[in-house]
Structure formats: structure tokens, C-alpha cells
């Protein structure tokens, strides 16, 4: 279970409807964020997301407005006497930046590599994953926000779980600890007689949720390959279409550019996110965006949403 919290969705500079980006994203008890603009943590207190659970930061890019809030994050879970540093994921340069202010023990900085940006890429042969939390595992994958910038879109795949058709199982005539039994050796006799049941009788696989963090991004149509059949893609629609060349000179996409990707991949649900100031609101984008990919919905500060 995922439970997606939208903690600032402006673009570049925060509104008084919208703080600077940043998602949370809780899976059993840990919080991943993606992205963490200026006044983050403030965010977290005032909807509810636990800054002590945050296991993992990963930043799409090193423009300020995305990971500014993690030196105040950082220095709250320092005097708090957190013992177990964040783990941060970022471009080159990640590691300079935290060290400015001095030594930050509470980050474990990881600079996303060029081999990384290949092996952990979704769309590599067998992915390798960026890390695992959880038994949910993280991907990257390169975005376009300029010739001159490291950008990354983030893939999050819960991992899949075998579950049991309780009924059958039970009519079967298992019980207790012949749940674990049958999982660890794949098939169980029971009783003195000679019936064996397989693992697979009695259970199913249940796949994985998955959601994709877009970042900073005009659009991508690798981007669209690897969320194919996402559960939720959460995208960039700086934009409308309006303003394309804007939004060309920008490196970032329109809400038709997010929808487009979301109908070429297929996803189940789109959230258009990182949105300019000058659409107070969002009206426009969504009717832009609906009109390509109808289960769209436009971010707010405080937006959940549970997979
Ligand atoms: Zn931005």
C-alpha cells in the first residue's frame, strides 16, 4: 500500500496555494520524497506526513526550487539526535551542495551515475533498482529539461505479493501453520492420505502498485515507454498549450504533453503537477488534459492519494 501525499506543486516559485515541489510517498511506515523544495518540512507538519519516517530523498535535478527544503529538513532531524541518516539520491554536484553548510552527517549522499542511468533504467533489459525499500524498488531514468541539465524521472514498483484465496485454501483443508509450510516448500500433503496441494492451487499474484515522478520534463517519449500501465503518473504540466514556446524554452512540458504521455503509456490515472503561478486555477490545464486522457486529475498542496 502507497499512501501519495502532494506537499508543493508550484513551479519555480511558491504561491500562496502552492508550495515549492516536493511528494511523499508512505509505504509501511517509511516516507520516500520525491523532490523537496524550500519549506518542505513545514509541509509534512501541516498534512500529516511524519519527517522522522523519511527514509529517502531522491532529487530530480539541482535547480534550488526542488531541493532546497532538505537543509531544513536536515537540520530538524539533527537536533532532533536522529541516529540513522536520510538516504539522498540526486545528480552530480548533490554532495557539494549539502556539504556547503557544513558537514551533513544526516545525509547519505548517492550522485546518480551515468552506468546507474543505464542499469537502473526501467527500460534496461533487467533493470537493476536504484535501491529497494520495503520490497518496493526505485528506478531512474534521464529526463529533458535541457541539454545542460541532469534530470531524472523516478520509477517506483512495489514488489509482487503471492496471496492466498483464503476459502479454497481452508476447504482444502489448510490451516495454522500449513500457510507458512506450503510457502516455503511449494506443495503440502495433508493429512494420511495421499492428497498433495501445490502452492499455486490455493494462491495468487497479486502485481505490484507502481507510480512515476516525471520531475522537470518537456515531454519524453522514453518517459512514456517506461510507465507503461503505471498506477499513477505524476508529471510535469508547467503549461498550456498557450504558452508552447515557453514551454519549449523551458524544458518543461504542457498539460496536453503530460496527458499525451499518459494515454501513449497507458497509465491508470495521471496528476498534473509543478504547476506555474500564472493558472491560480487549474481549470484550463485540466480541461486541456482531459481532453486527451480523461482520468486526470490536477495537484494541490495537501492531495493524497492511496494505492
Ligand atoms: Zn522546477
Request: one cysteine or more; glycine letters at 8%; aromatic letters at 6%.
Amino acid at each position: 500500500m502507497m499512501d501519495i501525499t502532494v506537499l508543493g506543486c508550484a513551479a519555480s516559485t511558491p504561491t500562496p496555494e502552492r508550495s515549492l515541489p516536493a511528494i511523499a510517498v508512505r509505504i509501511d511506515g517509511d516516507v520516500l520524497l520525491f523532490d523537496c523544495g524550500e519549506g518542505t518540512q513545514r509541509q509534512m507538519m501541516r498534512h500529516g506526513v511524519s519527517y522522522a519516517a523519511v527514509k529517502a530523498v531522491f532529487i530530480s535535478h539541482l535547480h534550488l526550487d526542488h531541493f532546497l527544503g532538505l537543509f531544513g529538513l536536515g537540520e530538524t532531524l539533527r537536533l532532533s539526535g536522529r541516529p540513522i541518516p536520510i538516504e539522498v539520491f540526486g545528480p552530480p554536484g548533490t554532495l557539494r551542495f549539502l556539504s556547503s553548510f557544513g558537514p551533513r552527517e544526516i545525509f547519505s549522499v548517492h550522485e546518480i551515475t551515468k552506468t546507474q542511468l543505464e542499469e537502473c533504467n526501467p527500460l534496461a533489459k533487467s533493470p537493476k533498482p536504484l535501491i529497494t525499500i520495503n520490497e518496493h524498488d526505485i528506478f531512474v531514468l534521464p529526463a529533458n529539461h535541457g541539454p545542460k541539465v541532469n534530470a531524472y524521472s523516478f520509477l517506483l514498483r512495489e514488489h509482487d505479493r503471492r496471496r492466498f484465496h483464503e476459502a479454497k485454501a481452508k476447504s482444502l483443508g489448510l490451516a495454522g501453520p500449513m500457510f507458512k509450510e506450503i510457502q516455503k516448500k511449494g506443495s503440502l500433503k495433508i493429512g494420511t492420505g495421499s492428497k498433495i496441494i501445490h502452492l499455486d492451487d490455493v494462491t495468487y499474484v497479486q502485481p505490484g502498485k507502481c507510480i512515476v515522478y516525471s520531475g522537470d520534463t518537456s515531454y519524453s517519449p522514453e518517459l512514456a515507454k517506461a510507465a507503461k500501465g503505471a498506477d499513477l503518473l505524476m508529471h510535469d504540466a508547467t503549461f498550456d498549450e498557450g504558452q508552447r514556446p515557453l514551454a519549449d524554452e523551458r524544458a518543461h512540458s504542457t498539460a496536453a504533453d503530460a496527458a499525451n504521455t499518459a494515454k501513449k503509456a497507458g497509465v491508470k490515472q495521471l496528476l498534473l503537477f509543478h504547476l506555474s503561478g500564472r493558472y491560480r486555477d487549474p481549470q484550463m490545464l485540466l480541461d486541456e488534459a482531459k481532453k486527451i486522457f480523461p482520468n486526470t486529475i490536477a495537484a494541490e498542496d495537501g492531495l493524497k492519494i492511496s494505492l
